[in-house]
């Protein structure tokens, strides 16, 4: 993707909140909240692999809301603003949605059935040319049974397939505008071709939901971002941040401030004032120069630079690409026996213990009991296990020629991230002394697709995520090493891992659980796709202008309640 990103070194803005009412962009200015992220803010899908990797959805969680939002802790709230959710009995499961008479876009457009649809298409896997960042939960569902401009709809899952974590699906961040993506696509409605199939119109649709609604800096198409939620975009610019404002077409409660400027990795850190230049910060550990002592202006209300590691729920690690160097299953296992895990969780994991799983985070309440029985072959780098496997993978090529012992790993992550920079040079201090060079080839336009390609690792929480990421439910998260999800950036095949994955999503039983990723763990620890690391630190700051900020734990980060923000 050809996306702009402009180094952060330091939290940023352009303006500030000044005591009470005013901001210091000018004496005209409304009332201004100044949010800090990690997140690139390149597009208005939150869903699609980029979108989800780029940690959109922290920006836009209260302009695209849906039936539920992750709260503080990631747990799944529903959001009766937009509708409700009702299941209905029968021997499968099957949900009745109904939005709100009221609820409606900022351009007028109601929010109806044709959102429902679209949303379920573009992220069920059943049809070709969507590049959504998961199909979990939204491959089991059936039918989303309902008329064009319907306000309610009949969502039936196929039979065995009663997703556990349903109340998670068509939440904030998956409801967007199917009449701008019709338009986009040059036709006059997006169900009747889905449900026909026709699959040149459904190409269409899939290539306005892709990238119709990608994001730059400069002038804004209000036409093309409608906003649903109390906040919608009035402007994006490199030196002025995405500035979010009320959304007077808002039927819910109004938002408490008038105006909140996100500050992601596209903005320019030229315009930071040296006095309270944020007001709300979220993003990951190491990113900011000095996180743990930056001057806001006043006193902190949240005197806890980062979040407790036992409450993390994501997980930041190593993906490792199933091609080039990594296509060989020894190599994978010598990278990991070269990484020096227990150091590297000591000096960057910000307390945090190492952390030996992909299917749950700390603070899951099954985790405890599992983290110690895997990876125990990789606690520390075993250098002569990772010289006797390059050794072994070596031998001859099928044309003759003697493969080298030694080998390079490029590895990536989105710069600038000074932590993820220093965690490179000390994987390639441990692994050049076992044959292995590593190089950083990170860049600040690096997204998934690089993987396999321009890279062999990415350095990402939750196996796909360069920002905040994970939820209360981990399901959604396992995903990762399904055979053939979008969020299995490694292509990793197990018939196994996959199997359990898909029952894990409707186990209900701890029991069954426990079971199920004991499978999961014990096939990813043997091929290994990925290297869990620690618990992913992140820096949740905000200042005591702001009240009502609430630390958000999950991937839509401590925006989860900025409608709620008020400045004092």
């Given at each position: 993707?050809?996306?702009?990103?402009?180094?952060?070194?330091a939290a940023?803005t352009a303006?500030?909140?000044?005591?009470?009412?005013?901001?210091?962009?000018g004496?005209?200015?409304?009332?201004?909240?100044?949010?800090v992220?990690d997140?690139d803010i390149?597009?208005?899908?939150?869903n699609?692999?980029?979108?989800?990797?780029?940690g959109?959805l922290?920006?836009?969680?209260?302009v695209?809301?849906?039936?539920?939002?992750?709260?503080?802790?990631?747990?799944v709230?529903?959001?009766?603003?937009i509708?409700?959710?009702?299941?209905e009995?029968g021997?499968?499961?099957t949900?009745r949605y109904?939005?709100?008479?009221?609820?409606?876009?900022?351009?007028?457009?109601?929010?109806?059935?044709?959102?429902?649809?679209?949303?379920?298409?573009a992220?069920?896997?059943?049809?070709?040319?969507?590049?959504?960042a998961?199909t979990?939960?939204?491959?089991?569902?059936?039918?989303?049974?309902?008329?064009?401009?319907?306000?309610?709809?009949?969502?039936?899952?196929?039979?065995?397939?009663d997703?556990?974590?349903?109340l998670?699906?068509?939440?904030?961040?998956?409801?967007?505008?199917?009449?701008?993506?019709?338009?986009?696509?040059g036709?006059?409605?997006?169900?009747?071709?889905?449900?026909?199939r026709n699959a040149?119109t459904?190409k269409?649709?899939?290539?306005?939901?892709?990238?119709?609604f990608?994001l730059?800096?400069?002038?804004?198409?209000t036409?093309?971002?409608?906003?649903?939620?109390?906040?919608?975009?009035?402007?994006?610019?490199?030196s002025?941040?995405?500035?979010?404002?009320?959304?007077?077409a808002?039927?819910?409660?109004r938002?408490?401030?008038?105006?909140?400027?996100?500050?992601?990795?596209?903005?320019?850190?030229?315009?930071?004032l040296?006095e309270?230049?944020?007001?709300?910060?979220d993003?990951?550990?190491?990113?900011?120069?000095?996180?743990?002592?930056?001057?806001?202006?006043?006193?902190?209300?949240?005197?806890?630079?980062t979040?407790?590691?036992?409450?993390?729920?994501?997980?930041?690690?190593?993906?490792?690409?199933?091609?080039?160097?990594?296509?060989d299953?020894?190599?994978?296992?010598?990278?990991?026996?070269c990484?020096?895990?227990?150091?590297?969780?000591r000096?960057f994991?910000?307390g945090?213990?190492?952390?030996?799983?992909?299917?749950?985070?700390p603070?899951?309440?099954l985790a405890?009991?599992?983290?110690g029985?895997?990876g125990?072959?990789?606690?520390r780098?075993?250098?002569?296990?990772?010289?006797t496997?390059?050794?072994?993978a070596?031998?001859?090529?099928d044309?003759g020629?003697?493969?080298?012992?030694?080998?390079?790993?490029?590895?990536a992550y989105?710069?600038?991230t000074?932590?993820?920079q220093?965690?490179v040079?000390?994987i390639?201090?441990?692994?050049?002394?076992?044959?292995?060079?590593?190089t950083d080839?990170?860049?600040?336009?690096?997204?998934?697709?690089a993987?396999?390609?321009?890279?062999?690792?990415?350095?990402?929480a939750?196996?796909?995520?360069?920002a905040?990421?994970?939820?209360?439910?981990p399901?959604?998260?396992?995903?990762?090493?399904?055979g053939?999800?979008?969020?299995?950036l490694g292509s990793?095949r197990?018939?196994?891992?996959?199997?359990a994955?898909?029952?894990l999503?409707?186990a209900?039983l701890?029991?069954?659980r426990?079971?199920l990723?004991?499978?999961?763990?014990r096939a990813?620890?043997?091929?290994?796709?990925?290297?869990?690391?620690?618990?992913?630190?992140?820096v949740?700051?905000?200042?005591?202008?702001?009240g009502?900020v609430?630390?958000?734990?999950?991937?839509?980060?401590?925006?989860?309640?900025m409608?709620?923000?008020?400045l004092r």
């Amino acid at each position: 993707m050809g996306r702009q990103r402009i180094r952060i070194a330091a939290a940023v803005t352009a303006c500030a909140a000044v005591t009470g009412l005013a901001s210091a962009c000018g004496e005209d200015m409304p009332p201004t909240v100044n949010y800090v992220v990690d997140a690139d803010i390149s597009s208005y899908n939150a869903n699609s692999v980029d979108g989800n990797a780029d940690g959109v959805l922290m920006a836009t969680t209260r302009v695209l809301p849906g039936f539920s939002l992750l709260g503080n802790a990631g747990q799944v709230t529903p959001d009766r603003d937009i509708g409700t959710v009702t299941p209905e009995p029968g021997n499968r499961l099957t949900l009745r949605y109904e939005f709100t008479p009221q609820a409606a876009f900022s351009d007028g457009q109601p929010l109806d059935c044709d959102d429902l649809v679209l949303a379920w298409a573009a992220m069920s896997g059943r049809y070709p040319g969507f590049t959504p960042a998961t199909t979990a939960g939204y491959r089991d569902i059936d039918d989303v049974a309902c008329n064009p401009g319907d306000k309610a709809a009949t969502v039936t899952f196929a039979a065995g397939r009663d997703y556990r974590d349903w109340l998670s699906l068509f939440g904030a961040g998956t409801l967007l505008p199917a009449h701008v993506v019709a338009r986009t696509a040059g036709i006059g409605d997006v169900i009747a071709p889905i449900r026909s199939r026709n699959a040149p119109t459904v190409k269409k649709i899939a290539a306005a939901w892709n990238t119709g609604f990608d994001l730059k800096p400069g002038p804004i198409d209000t036409a093309t971002f409608p906003a649903s939620g109390p906040y919608r975009i009035d402007r994006y610019s490199i030196s002025e941040g995405l500035v979010l404002v009320r959304n007077d077409a808002w039927w819910g409660d109004r938002a408490a401030t008038d105006r909140v400027v996100v500050w992601g990795r596209g903005s320019d850190p030229a315009r930071r004032l040296s006095e309270g230049g944020h007001d709300v910060v979220d993003v990951t550990a190491g990113m900011i120069p000095q996180d743990d002592d930056t001057d806001t202006g006043t006193a902190a209300v949240n005197a806890s630079a980062t979040g407790a590691p036992g409450d993390a729920l994501g997980v930041e690690g190593l993906v490792l690409s199933g091609k080039g160097v990594f296509g060989d299953v020894r190599v994978r296992r010598a990278f990991a026996s070269c990484v020096p895990r227990d150091a590297l969780a000591r000096q960057f994991g910000q307390g945090a213990q190492m952390w030996n799983l992909r299917t749950l985070a700390p603070a899951d309440d099954l985790a405890g009991s599992l983290n110690g029985e895997f990876g125990r072959q990789y606690l520390r780098p075993d250098l002569e296990r990772t010289r006797t496997l390059l050794a072994d993978a070596a031998g001859t090529a099928d044309d003759g020629t003697a493969r080298p012992a030694a080998r390079t790993v490029r590895i990536a992550y989105l710069a600038p991230t000074p932590r993820w920079q220093q965690m490179v040079t000390a994987i390639g201090e441990s692994c050049k002394r076992a044959g292995i060079t590593v190089t950083d080839v990170s860049s600040d336009t690096i997204a998934p697709g690089a993987l396999g390609t321009a890279a062999d690792a990415l350095i990402v929480a939750n196996g796909a995520s360069f920002a905040a990421a994970g939820a209360a439910d981990p399901i959604r998260d396992a995903y990762q090493l399904r055979g053939g999800d979008p969020l299995d950036l490694g292509s990793y095949r197990n018939a196994d891992a996959t199997r359990a994955i898909d029952e894990l999503a409707v186990a209900s039983l701890e029991s069954e659980r426990l079971g199920l990723v004991r499978t999961i763990e014990r096939a990813a620890w043997d091929q290994v796709p990925s290297i869990p690391l620690f618990a992913s630190p992140r820096v949740h700051r905000w200042n005591d202008r702001v009240g009502n900020v609430v630390a958000g734990l999950g991937r839509n980060g401590t925006g989860w309640n900025m409608d709620r923000w008020v400045l004092r």
